[in-house]
């Protein structure tokens, strides 16, 4: 298992790598704190999680590869999680091959 987190303090989308893998983060993140929040300028945090192998009981799913990413994301200023169904963009992962390339910064998409 795997982690990286980040504190993100702009309104640009980034990609962050884990591994091999990309996690594409959409640009409208920071703009989800709450309206109070406004006067400490737009910041959420990126908390990935890689398991390299299904960490589900049953097995994988149909379709599913073998290692599994949990982006999570949460506002700097409440510090509740910022959920996903409420952004206008995904957030879209993309799987390398399995070598375990070098882990950079988050970077613009």
């Given at each position: 298992?795997?982690?990286?987190?980040?504190l993100?303090?702009?309104?640009?989308?980034c990609?962050?790598?884990?591994g091999?893998?990309r996690?594409?983060?959409?640009a409208?993140?920071?703009?989800?704190?709450?309206?109070?929040?406004?006067?400490?300028?737009?910041?959420?945090?990126?908390?990935?999680m890689?398991?390299?192998?299904?960490?589900?009981?049953g097995?994988?799913?149909?379709?599913q590869?073998?290692?599994?990413?949990?982006?999570?994301?949460f506002s700097?200023?409440?510090?509740?999680?910022?959920?996903?169904?409420?952004?206008?963009?995904?957030?879209?992962?993309?799987?390398?091959?399995?070598?375990?390339l070098?882990?950079?910064?988050c970077?613009?998409?």
């Open positions: 298992m795997e982690f990286r987190t980040l993100h303090r702009d309104m640009q989308g990609v962050q790598s884990l091999s893998d996690v594409h983060l959409p409208d993140l920071a703009g989800q704190s709450p309206a109070g929040a406004a006067a400490q300028g737009p910041c959420y945090v990126s908390q990935l890689l398991f390299k192998e299904n960490p589900f009981p097995g994988p799913a149909p379709g590869i073998g290692r599994v990413i949990t982006p999570s994301l700097c200023s409440s510090r509740k999680p910022i959920r996903r169904w409420r952004l206008r963009e995904p957030v879209t992962v993309e799987f390398g091959e399995d070598d375990d070098v882990r950079g910064p970077r613009p998409p």
